[in-house]
């Protein structure tokens, strides 16, 4: 596997196992953590790490796809919170040159219906 | 670049310039593209392209983020419809043997409003 799948399969093994020594030690001290969907943006490994260690629920996760090169990688992962519908979460990485995470760019995807008109290509599941 | 790079851009260069044999050329005949916020699927070459060129609008589009090793890539790409706000489209790609598009499956996230609990982790843009 390629460096940034390793170290994008650390981080999430450890915040699966609410690891948070483990996961602190795949981030950059100045690591950025961004949701583009709602604007927010976490600065810094201590609050990245706060803000998976605070995150409520009796969560957990696994990953489903991982696409990754030497200093990037790509994910999705199933998000289980018992008593609601499974998620996926999708995830964008970027190292720094010491192989630890710089950048992370989080986005959740929600059910939406179809618009009309593309009945006569599409199967449903 | 990693081949799976070279195809997902041929691929989505060809969708922006709405040059539809271009775009089959980067297809497997048997092509599976799925969207699994709506649970469709479209099968084959020729309903993927049909799916993509009856698309309504005048719509454009440009990758922002590449991801890719030699099999698999994942993208996100900016889509622009006048008069409407730019989405953000986040797809994976898995290549045949041939190097051609096997599977895509493809994800448009909405924005949405933060719970409520973190304000003291995040900023917001």
Redesign the interface.
């Known amino acids: 596997m390629?460096r940034a799948g390793d170290v994008v399969t650390a981080f999430w093994t450890a915040v699966d196992a609410r690891d948070w020594g483990a996961v602190a030690a795949t981030l950059a001290d100045d690591v950025v953590y961004v949701?583009?969907?709602?604007?927010?943006?976490?600065?810094g490994r201590d609050?990245v790490v706060?803000?998976n260690a605070?995150f409520?629920g009796d969560w957990n996760l696994s990953i489903t796809?991982l696409?990754?090169?030497d200093a990037?990688?790509?994910t999705?992962i199933r998000f289980v919170l018992p008593g609601e519908d499974d998620q996926?979460g999708?995830a964008?990485f970027t190292l720094d040159g010491t192989g630890r995470i710089a950048r992370m760019?989080d986005?959740?995807?929600?059910?939406?219906?179809?618009p009309p008109?593309?009945e006569h290509?599409?199967?449903?599941?």
Do not use: H, K, M, N
Not at 121 to 125: G, Q
């Open positions: 390629s949701v583009p969907q709602t604007r927010e943006r976490v600065v609050a706060r803000f605070e409520p796809t696409v990754a090169d990037r990688a790509a999705t996926t999708i964008f760019e986005w959740w995807p929600e059910p939406y219906e179809p008109g593309r290509l599409v199967e449903r599941d």
